[in-house]
């Protein structure tokens, strides 16, 4: 039962261009969402997160931007870097926080 | 550096053995998960410790168990192995199982049975 998906297993996006990632859920009591990055032989690292109360938050070239109507999430990295390929895994929390439900990942591929 | 250490990097064994995974969280953190990423799988939630008491299971096999010392360090057991557990072992911890606060990983511990 995935009540976390990402239907995009990989992206391809040129330097200096903006990436959006995207993430559905099917849960509607999820209220707290995550963003991780992953490289190779690394655990996931945080990026941002975004709690239910809010569209929109964002850090630096990173925004999140949560559509609960359509429980919908999405990353957008702005502008890519070479640097941002890496895997990326979004997650969602329920009211106790105490399970995280993750994505299968997206492979971001920032081309030169 | 995430601050949270994982033992071994790397173990291969063999079908019905045993073996301890073993997990050193942050400092300060009380909470700590585990979850199992099998080949090119999302993340699946296997069980969460707070402060030494079990707070959350996910799809943790009864073949495997873990636990949470007084030191906070935790440990994963997994028995009687099959094919089907080779996989790369997450560790995480958090502030507080309860908060709103994200969880922070360490590096994984790539377990292969053959």
């Known amino acids: 039962d995935q009540q976390v998906k990402q239907n995009s297993p990989s992206l391809s996006v040129q330097e200096g261009r903006i990436s959006i990632l995207n993430c559905d859920y099917t849960?509607?009591?999820?209220?707290?969402f995550l963003w991780y990055k992953k490289y190779p032989a690394e655990g996931p690292t945080f990026l941002i997160s975004?709690?239910?109360?809010?569209d929109k938050n964002e850090d630096g070239r990173f925004t999140v931007f949560l559509n609960k109507s359509a429980k919908h999430l999405s990353l957008h990295i702005v502008p890519s870097q070479p640097g941002d390929s890496a895997v990326y895994f979004c997650?969602?929390?329920?009211?106790?926080?105490?399970?995280?439900?993750f994505g299968s990942g997206t492979k971001l591929n920032v081309k030169p | 550096d995430s601050g949270v250490t994982q033992t071994p990097k790397h173990l291969i064994t063999a079908t019905g053995q045993r073996v301890t995974l073993r997990c050193s969280p942050r400092?300060?953190?009380?909470?700590v998960y585990w979850y199992q990423q099998s080949l090119d799988q999302g993340l699946q939630f296997l069980i969460q410790?707070?402060?030494?008491?079990?707070?959350a299971k996910g799809n943790i096999l009864e073949r495997f168990s873990a636990q949470q010392f007084p030191d906070l360090h935790s440990e994963l057991n997994l028995s009687s192995l099959e094919l089907g557990d080779s996989a790369l072992y997450f560790c995480?911890?958090?502030?507080?199982?309860?908060?709103?606060?994200?969880?922070?990983f360490g590096n994984g511990t790539r377990l292969t049975v053959t």
């Open positions: 995480a911890s958090s502030v507080d199982g309860g908060l709103a606060s994200p969880l922070h």
């Open positions: 849960n509607s009591m999820f209220d707290y």
């Open positions: 975004i709690s239910s109360i809010k």
């Open positions: 997650a969602a929390s329920l009211y106790n926080f105490n399970k995280f439900y």
């Open positions: 400092s300060g953190d009380l909470s």
């Open positions: 410790y707070y402060n030494g008491e079990e707070r």
